[in-house]
């Protein structure tokens, strides 16, 4: 089932009417004919990006408000990884928080999710004996995988939750830099995959991957995950922070018309 619809948004027209006005902080940023994931994904914008539906065969979001628009390679990776669940585990639906507003940019609840590379996941959920547990996203849980809703206890599910991060890395098509999670949830994960000899070389990725980041929350609710700038021409004003892992490639872009992204044009794109 395709759950992506394109919007085609008259672009050009927009921008243009809108520098004119005066009424955009990064006019003299963009360029004609730029499309997609703009800057970095805590100064950025994205342009004329894919739009998902507000559920699909394997997944649904968890809040009602309209913050689906990512770069074509992350609505395709959250498509992909909830088929792979539903396959592994069927029935099961995979809960999506916010991507990136229409065209990026700040939306609040947000540092980052501006330009169309970032998305959260909501944790999959058991109780004490081990039975699903459906639609409760943002449960926190401590660093044993225990959690506690309205005096019921749950648990934090290893192995659904495992896969998920299992889908993620291996996917082929789109390149996973980073998968927040907390320091006590990370171990809880490695330690149920290394238990269950699931493949080696995901397990040492993941080691790398999953990462608690030092300057936001400790994302003990939900996984935020982040995929590198797209290669060639489609990539060519996208930025990458932070490393690259050493199996990740990057095609040789080809020589480009387009300006790379400055260091203003990057403060210019911070319309916050
Ligand atoms: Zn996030």
Same mark, same amino acid.
């Given at each position: 089932?395709?759950?992506?619809?394109?919007?085609? *948004?008259? @672009?050009?027209?927009?921008?243009?009417?809108?520098?004119?006005?005066?009424?955009?902080? +990064?006019?003299?940023? @963009?360029?004609?004919?730029?499309?997609?994931?703009?800057?970095?994904?805590?100064?950025?914008?994205l342009?004329?990006g894919?739009?998902?539906?507000?559920? %699909?065969?394997?997944?649904?979001?968890?809040?009602?408000?309209?913050?689906?628009?990512g770069i074509? =390679?992350?609505?395709?990776? @959250?498509?992909?990884?909830?088929?792979?669940?539903?396959? =592994?585990?069927?029935?099961?639906?995979?809960?999506? %928080?916010? *991507?990136s507003?229409?065209? %990026?940019?700040?939306?609040?609840?947000?540092?980052?999710?501006?330009?169309g590379?970032?998305?959260?996941?909501?944790?999959?959920?058991?109780?004490?004996?081990?039975?699903?547990?459906?639609?409760?996203?943002?449960?926190?849980?401590?660093?044993? %995988?225990?959690?506690?809703?309205?005096?019921?206890?749950?648990?934090?599910?290893?192995?659904?939750? +495992?896969?998920?991060?299992?889908?993620?890395?291996?996917? =082929?098509?789109?390149?996973?830099?980073?998968?927040? @999670?907390?320091?006590?949830?990370?171990?809880?994960?490695? =330690?149920?995959?290394?238990? /269950?000899?699931?493949?080696?070389?995901?397990?040492?990725?993941?080691?790398?991957?999953?990462?608690?980041?030092?300057?936001?929350?400790? /994302?003990?609710?939900?996984?935020?995950?982040?995929?590198?700038?797209?290669?060639?021409?489609?990539?060519?004003?996208?930025?990458?922070?932070?490393?690259? +892992?050493? +199996?990740?490639?990057?095609?040789?872009?080809?020589?480009?018309?387009?300006?790379?992204?400055?260091?203003?044009?990057?403060?210019?794109?911070?319309?916050?």
């Amino acid at each position: 089932m395709i759950a992506v619809t394109r919007r085609y *948004l008259p @672009v050009p027209v927009l921008l243009a009417s809108m520098m004119i006005a005066g009424c955009l902080p +990064w006019a003299g940023v @963009v360029d004609r004919g730029d499309t997609g994931s703009l800057g970095t994904t805590s100064r950025g914008i994205l342009l004329d990006g894919d739009h998902l539906a507000a559920r %699909g065969e394997h997944f649904r979001f968890y809040r009602a408000r309209d913050r689906r628009y990512g770069i074509r =390679e992350l609505t395709g990776l @959250v498509q992909r990884v909830s088929e792979t669940l539903g396959r =592994e585990f069927p029935g099961t639906v995979l809960l999506l %928080g916010d *991507l990136s507003g229409q065209g %990026g940019g700040f939306i609040s609840e947000h540092h980052s999710h501006r330009s169309g590379r970032d998305v959260d996941l909501a944790f999959f959920v058991t109780s004490p004996s081990g039975k699903a547990i459906h639609g409760w996203p943002l449960m926190r849980f401590d660093r044993f %995988g225990a959690g506690l809703r309205e005096e019921k206890s749950c648990r934090f599910d290893a192995e659904k939750n +495992w896969m998920v991060v299992e889908a993620l890395i291996a996917d =082929e098509e789109s390149r996973v830099q980073w998968i927040f @999670v907390s320091h006590g949830l990370k171990a809880l994960l490695l =330690e149920w995959a290394l238990n /269950h000899e699931r493949d080696i070389e995901i397990i040492r990725r993941a080691a790398s991957i999953l990462h608690q980041p030092g300057d936001s929350a400790s /994302h003990d609710d939900h996984f935020h995950v982040r995929i590198y700038c797209p290669d060639g021409a489609a990539g060519a004003r996208c930025k990458n922070l932070g490393p690259v +892992w050493p +199996w990740v490639e990057f095609r040789a872009t080809q020589a480009s018309p387009l300006r790379e992204m400055s260091d203003k044009d990057l403060l210019a794109l911070a319309l916050d």
